[in-house]
């Protein structure tokens, strides 16, 4: 397990069971004991057009899971539900910056709980407000799909938008982790590493592979090989 890496050098990979078999879901998270935390996506209905689970699943695959949770939270009313999953023992709570009325407060309240506080943006919001309060967040994620789904193919637009948080990150010498979700596979991993990104969100490229842990690694040393943006 990779998790407890946090240097600024680190590249984590974190599998999306949104890509896994859910009937097999104990064998399917024993497949990717190599990767460094599972992408945990909980989807209302309402934020996004598309339902998956809430807080009673979370928790099993928490009990069962070899790594980390890192949850992804497409839902409405964050303020509402976020703690709650921080309490699960979730490692990282990633909430949008469109549902959240207070985010900082919110990152405050997660991180009071123990958990990473992550802060996510759709493809067409800006960062720019994010910038003054980067340490408040221990990870920005940077959506290179319209959430909701997965299999989507990489937008490359969202690009100069995570180019501009490392950049950013670099100047305030912040320790934020830039994380991307959506579409990341071989070469869009090159792509998204040599932009600044050091965490990737990988679903189908993982769960689609006859041997999901060669995967990880394989996807791990590429991002390695492309990541041009230390911090620290």
């Known amino acids: 397990m990779h998790a407890d890496n946090d240097t600024a050098a680190a590249v984590r990979i974190n599998p999306s069971i949104l890509a896994a078999d859910f009937v097999r879901m104990a064998d399917e998270l024993a497949r990717i004991a190599a990767a460094d935390f599972v992408h945990v996506d909980v989807m209302d209905n309402h934020f996004v057009p598309n339902l ?6 979370v928790e099993r695959i928490q009990d069962t899971s070899p790594v980390p949770l890192d949850v992804h939270l497409m839902i409405d009313d964050p303020e509402r539900w976020a703690p709650g999953y ?6 990282s709570v990633t909430f949008h910056l469109e549902a959240a009325r207070e985010p900082v407060s919110l990152a405050r309240r997660l991180r009071a709980v123990g958990a990473r506080a992550g802060v996510a943006v759709k493809p067409a ?8 309060v980067l340490d408040e967040f221990d990870q920005i994620l940077v959506m290179t799909v319209e959430p909701g789904f997965g ?7 969202t690009m100069p938008k995570l180019r501009a948080l490392a950049a950013e990150a670099r100047r305030r010498g912040s320790e934020v982790w830039l994380q991307v979700d959506g579409g990341i596979g071989e070469s869009t991993i090159a792509q998204a590493a040599e932009a600044g990104a050091d965490t990737f969100v990988a679903g189908s490229a993982v769960f689609g592979a006859a ?3 060669q995967a990880i690694v394989a996807l791990r040393d590429r991002a390695h090989r492309h990541h041009r943006h230390p911090r620290g």
């Open 52 to 57: 998956t689970f809430g807080p009673q699943m």
């Open 86 to 91: 921080a309490e699960i023992g979730a490692a």
């Open 125 to 132: 919001t800006p960062v720019e407000s994010l910038f003054d």
């Open 151 to 157: 299999g989507q193919s990489f937008m490359p637009d």
């Open 211 to 213: 041997h999901p842990e």
